[in-house]
């Protein structure tokens, strides 16, 4: 099955800096990468996603790029703000069914004001 | 719009205990989910139901059972808690494909003692 690496665990920047989330996956199959947003004390949102067959994506200030050929996908937060402080979650998925999303383990993002 | 809702937020239990997770989602969605989070180790599925009337197990089943009440309902049963079922526990929804998005609840904090 599908082995999703995240780094960094932990992640600490100065707001208004940039953070970089980056995962790794093995299967090769995986053509679906979305990225969750997970604030205390609430369930994960997705905030944005790529498929394979598109290289970077952009939604104001984040974006995520892919590349398959390496199997690795980023996330960038650009110009951070304290209200992005949350656990980031990315997940790979060859969306063959219902059961085959796989999710990294999980990055704490502090934004410090 | 509620989304997915699900119920208690918070219970201990005492080990050898039984109780049940309920979970509703007002999406219309086919397949619902239950997932565990521990620290440091992400999301991971325990039982999901791509369709009324189906479930199958996901990637930690063991001590739990599920049953799907209806095209919105979803519920995850413990029989005998143990200190390890100690988690958070999240149901989710979705539409049939893995590529669309799944919708998360808000938790629920299970303490086993």
């Known amino acids: 099955g599908e082995n999703v690496e995240q780094h960094p665990s932990t992640l600490s920047v100065q707001e208004g800096d940039s953070a970089v989330i980056k995962c790794t996956y093995s299967?090769?199959?995986?053509?679906?990468f979305p990225w969750y947003k997970q604030e205390l004390g609430k369930g994960p949102q997705l905030i944005i996603d790529?498929?394979?067959?598109?290289g970077e994506k952009k939604d104001q200030r984040i974006a995520v790029t892919l590349n398959k050929t390496a199997k690795h996908f980023s996330l960038h937060i650009t110009e951070t703000q304290p209200e992005d402080s949350a656990v980031y979650f990315c997940?790979?998925?060859?969306?063959?069914?219902?059961?085959?999303?796989?999710f990294g383990t999980g990055t704490r993002l502090t934004v410090i004001p | 719009n509620a989304g997915v809702t699900q119920t208690p937020k918070f219970q201990v239990l005492k080990t050898g205990q039984s109780m049940t997770l309920q979970c509703a989602q007002d999406?219309?969605?086919?397949?619902m989910y239950w997932y565990r989070q521990d620290p440091g180790m992400g999301l991971r599925l325990i039982y999901y139901?791509?369709?009324?009337?189906?479930?199958d197990k996901g990637e930690v089943p063991n001590g739990y059972n599920v049953s799907r009440l209806n095209k919105r309902e979803f519920s995850l049963r413990l029989e005998s808690a143990a200190p390890s079922q100690t988690s958070v526990y999240f149901c989710?929804?979705?539409?049939?494909?893995?590529?669309?998005?799944?919708?998360f609840g808000e938790g629920s904090w299970l303490t086993v003692v």
């Open positions: 989710a929804s979705s539409e049939v494909r893995a590529g669309n998005t799944i919708y």
């Open positions: 299967d090769s199959a995986s053509n679906y």
């Open positions: 790529i498929r394979s067959n598109v």
């Open positions: 997940a790979a998925s060859d969306q063959t069914g219902a059961n085959n999303l796989f």
């Open positions: 999406m219309n969605h086919n397949s």
């Open positions: 139901s791509a369709s009324e009337g189906t479930t």
